[in-house]
């Protein structure tokens, strides 16, 4: 089947819904209107916003149990850029990458850069991984890396990031985010205190080698792979960390990374206001860090974090710069298929957190009449903004139904015949 996925394709299919749209679009409009919501401006700001996609998040992922690779998987970092130019194509609101270092390190970063560039795409934030040993590595990260007892350990893992950091710049990137499996399985088998004093000097490295307008990201994480202790285990020492690294030092939020019924909404609200929020990876979990799809699992979650960040922007706080990125593994569904969902879901959230009559809100505070408070929310969540987001889609140049399109133009048949499935891939090797 012949391969097709340009604008007029994109244009062809959409005129097939485009009718009914315009019909649900006005009926949404008038509703808002007596809700005293101009729908344009919420068409506005669903179109103008951003969430980048993981370059790993392209590949099917895997458990530690199986991976179950699917047909047309990426075999290098130019494949995945390709993928992830199908999701901007048809989302229009995911024009940045996150890389992942040495998974996608190029020979060439320019060429690298070029290339996401004549694809409308940018490099966002740059991941080091001192989580794995590489085959040319002269000392493992078995027991630790910035926290590890032995000194050698510690350097070879600044230097990782040091070596990230200057990549990024190539890339043209805007942050670095660090997030490091350190912690121990067994009590007694880490100084607790001593670990993070480490880690944090580790920090303070990176930190001092920061080029001029980067952002540093510290990723809190509960447990895994470390299964009894985790050297930045929660956003309070990370906060502490971003503290005492400086200005240009922030916590990112991993919404699986969170012990079960964590208020995370009431962390973001702590983060937003002590000004350490670096921003998010978005995904969803019903237990661990389960990495599925953002907004699958628990909407509400999600649409109550977005009703924090909204607060704030529209209290225009200085300094409020979240990074929006999804951080997901796709063991069962097309990744390119996930990867746009979970898209429209963020900017669901985000769109109907901007329906919160927040005078309204506040009134009922004040009186603490709850009932009246949560129902103002709730209002906002149950408002079914799909028109909103399907035509900021189409005005964009994207899809109105980004699987229906994508599933229409044989791009994974196309990417399988394209990219026969190398022995590495086969094994399940990322
Ligand atoms: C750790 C994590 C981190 C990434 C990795 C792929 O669980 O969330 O952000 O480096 O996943
Ligand atoms: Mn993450």
Redesign the pocket.
């Known amino acids: 089947m012949r391969f097709e996925l340009d604008a007029e394709h994109i244009a062809t299919e959409n005129r097939k819904g485009l009718t009914a749209l315009e019909d649900d679009y006005d009926h949404l409009g008038r509703q808002l209107a007596r809700r005293g919501v101009e729908i344009e401006r919420l068409t506005e700001r669903a179109q103008a916003f951003r969430v980048s996609v993981?370059s790993?998040g392209v590949g099917t992922g895997g458990t530690r149990f199986a991976r179950f690779a699917g047909p047309g998987e990426p075999r290098n970092v130019f494949e995945k850029v390709e993928d992830c130019e199908v999701v901007w194509k048809l989302t229009r609101s995911t024009p940045g990458i996150s890389l992942?270092i040495p998974w996608d390190k190029p020979d060439s970063a320019a060429e690298l850069r070029s290339f996401a560039q004549t694809r409308g795409l940018y490099i966002d934030s740059m991941?080091s991984?001192t989580?794995q040993d590489q085959a040319d590595q002269r000392l493992s990260y078995k027991f630790g890396s910035l926290s590890h007892t032995d000194p050698a350990v510690r350097r070879q893992a600044v230097e990782h990031n040091l070596e990230c950091l200057e990549l990024g710049v190539k890339l043209g990137a805007r942050s670095h985010?660090v997030?490091v499996?350190d912690g121990g399985n067994f009590p007694g088998q880490l100084h607790t205190r001593k670990a993070l004093d480490r880690y944090l000097d580790g920090l303070r490295a990176i930190y001092r080698a920061l080029p001029p307008g980067f952002r540093l990201f510290i990723?809190h994480?509960l447990y895994?792979p470390a299964f009894y202790s985790t050297v930045l285990n929660d956003w309070g020492v990370s906060y502490h960390c971003t503290r005492e690294l400086g200005e240009r030092a922030f916590s990112l939020v991993?919404l699986?990374?969170h012990a079960p019924n964590v208020n995370i909404e009431m962390i973001v609200a702590r983060l937003i206001q002590f000004g350490k929020l670096a921003g998010f990876?978005f995904n969803d979990s019903k237990y661990g860090?389960d990495?599925l799809d953002a907004g699958s699992i628990k909407p509400f979650q999600l649409f109550l974090i977005f009703n924090e960040l909204v607060d704030a922007e529209l209290e225009g706080l200085p300094g409020f710069e979240p990074a929006y990125m999804l951080?997901q593994s796709h063991n069962v569904t097309d990744p390119i298929e996930s990867l746009m969902t979970s898209a429209v879901e963020v900017v669901r959230a985000y769109v109907q957190a901007h329906l919160v009559d927040r005078a309204r809100l506040a009134e009922h505070q004040e009186r603490n009449d709850a009932l009246l408070a949560l129902q103002a929310l709730k209002r906002a969540f149950q408002t079914d903004v799909e028109p909103i987001l399907a035509m900021a889609r189409q005005r964009a140049g994207g899809a109105i139904d980004p699987v229906g399109v994508y599933r229409a133009s044989g791009y994974r048949d196309q990417t399988a015949q394209k990219r026969p499935a190398s022995g590495r891939v086969r094994a399940g090797i990322v």
């Open positions: 993981p790993w992942h991941n991984n989580f985010t997030w499996g990723e994480k895994e991993d699986g990374h990876h860090d990495d951080d």
